[in-house]
């Protein structure tokens, strides 16, 4: 079954401190990974795509890593603020037509000063 | 800037009940997706839309029908609400493309709160 599972489920740190956030996938065959990041009561937005070959890609503070061998990929968050507390999903989706996306259930962040 | 507009924001509503999610959006996107959202759970796929006319069945389609009569909108409807449509639903476009059907980056509302008593 196609499953994206994110660790950990909650995460509390203190500002400025750097943080990264796991998502573990069995999804095939592999297209591309997505973070996005979600505000409390707010809709998701793309943070990063990853695709097949990609092993790094930054945005700003944010950086993705990806592991297609072992279905694995993080989030590292540098020097964190208060703005990035926020849900983030992990967003997998497959080359197969038919299989759109699997949502992982999101790490929520909160960055306390 | 607008992009993707829901309404209504919150609804509640009692057993049996029905109503109708509308979601607008201006970028010309071709396809249109409704999602749920529940405490622990990723968001899971209601109904979906490859273009206007078009609409087809996602992961959780039971008790809710779309339509999408003209590109820019899709709506939702729910015949009659029960206590387990509690959620809250985001809409969602992405324009046309992408490898074998797959979506490209989806751009989401913000939500609507939808609760069933």
């Known amino acids: 079954k196609n499953q994206v599972e994110q660790s950990p489920q909650s995460l509390i740190i203190l500002e400025g401190k750097n943080c990264t956030l796991q998502?573990?996938?069995?999804?095939?065959?592999?297209?591309?990974l997505r973070w996005y990041k979600q505000d409390t009561g707010r809709g998701p937005v793309s943070l990063t795509i990853?695709?097949?070959?990609?092993n790094t890609k930054s945005n700003g503070r944010y950086t993705a890593t990806l592991d297609a061998d072992t279905k694995q990929s993080s989030l590292h968050i540098t020097a964190s603020q208060l703005s990035d507390s926020a849900s983030y999903i992990c967003?997998?989706?497959?080359?197969?037509?038919?299989?759109?996306?699997?949502f992982g259930a999101g790490t929520i962040l909160r960055v306390k000063s | 800037n607008a992009g993707v507009t829901q309404t209504p924001k919150f609804r509640v509503l009692k057993t049996g009940q029905s109503m109708t999610l509308l979601c607008a959006q201006d970028?010309?996107?071709?396809?249109m997706y409704w999602y749920r959202q529940d405490p622990g759970m990723g968001l899971r796929l209601i109904h979906y839309?490859?273009?206007?006319?078009?609409?087809a069945k996602g992961e959780v389609p039971d008790g809710y029908n779309v339509s999408r009569l003209k590109k820019q909108n899709f709506l939702l409807g729910l015949e009659s609400a029960a206590p387990s449509q509690t959620s809250v639903y985001f809409c969602?476009?992405?324009?046309?493309?992408?490898?074998?059907?797959?979506?490209?980056?989806?751009?989401f509302g913000e939500g609507s709160r939808l609760t069933v008593l």
């Open positions: 970028m010309n996107h071709e396809y």
């Open positions: 969602a476009s992405s324009p046309s493309g992408g490898v074998a059907g797959v979506p490209g980056e989806l751009f």
């Open positions: 839309s490859v273009g206007e006319g078009t609409t």
């Open positions: 990853m695709t097949f070959s990609e």
């Open positions: 967003v997998v989706s497959s080359l197969e037509y038919g299989n759109k996306l699997v």
């Open positions: 998502c573990n996938y069995t999804v095939s065959p592999f297209s591309n």
